[in-house]
């Protein structure tokens, strides 16, 4: 194999790798946050638990969205680099 | 083992206005175009006073659907309801579509995502510019102050492919995901099989015995867990002597059942969320685009 097209592509494996892992933080923390609160407004008023867990899923796949950015980057790396 | 991911490949192409290519999404999404015609056609025929099993079903649907028009646009924009109600029925068959297998689901192709997001922002400007006016809708960039008429333009042309780009790559991502676990069973099984059939009679008969141990004791107590480790055991005892006499080769015993729950979650839940997702994003757009009427003195 051509040497060049090793160091790409290992090149492309490591940043696909950097990609998701730094990618997943903030979407990670976030919904973290947002399910923490849902929870507590349950806790509190626990009458409300449908609304509750239908806006909380709504704004964790609005959150989810940067995620998933890096994990269209991060293949768009692994599989559309040759 | 290598994990390749394609688009969507072109089945033929029409010479018309320099070639139109159909591909799996267009079929795809084509198809489900035609199934969900078909099913309103054949329920909006026999409407009745007093309504069967399909009808009540149909009407509650349709009633749900425009309880959540009308909380999130208001009721003066009640007659959107069909419009959101084909983009959610589309997008939810589109990604269904692909778990019958053979065919590849519409939504996992960003040009059927990107096409609803630009409709969607097509609508939102003719209803400004109708309700606003064309000077009222370039007045509207300039808000709050005068300073952030270049982040309002970039918001604006960034909307549609925001929502584009969720949709697309939850489907995709999805797929993808679902794809190299697979592949993952498929080689671990293969080298499990590899391992029994070299160790002979004796390990491929215990494994049977105890897969089909298993399989009672889940029976009896109604485990289903137990279950799926007997049938497991079963398969990989049965087929490792099989390979041990040459019948068979590398039957991926384990991506039967593990990938499948993991399958559920990526390709049904996620499909019914985006499209959901999608929907409502399309809802509150198109309600901050038409707001309501002043009350007539």
Known sequence: MDMGYAIMKAA?????????GIGAIGPALGEGHAVGKALEGIARQPEATGDLRTTMVLGCAITETTGIYSLLISFLLLFAVN | MSVSVDGAFIYFTIPLFGGINITQTTVSSFLVLVIFSIACIVLGRKLTKR????????????????????????????HWTPFILTIFVSSVGGSLIGLTGFLRSSTADLSCTLTWAVMVSVIIWYNNIKNNGFVGWLKGFTEPVVVMTPMNLVSEVAQPFSMAFRHFGNVAGGGVITTILYT?????????????????????????????????????????????LGILSFGLGLFGILQGMGVLSNVPVLALGIPAIISVYFDVFSGFVQAYVFSLLTMVYIAGSCPEPEPEQ
């Not at chain 1, 492309?12 to 998701?20: K, N, R, T, V």
């Open chain 2, 51 to 78: 309504p069967g099993k399909a009808q009540v079903l149909l009407e509650k649907g349709i009633s749900m659907m425009q309880n959540m028009v009308v909380s999130t646009m208001g009721a003066h924009n009640v």
């Open chain 2, 184 to 228: 993952a069973f498929s080689a671990l099984s293969a080298l499990v099989l590899n391992l029994i059939a070299s160790s002979g009679w004796a390990v491929g008969i215990v494994l049977i015995v105890v897969g089909v141990a298993l399989f009672v004791l889940g029976m009896k107590k109604h485990r289903m867990l137990v279950d799926i």
């Open chain 1, 12 to 20: 492309c494996a490591i940043a696909a790798g950097l990609c998701m």
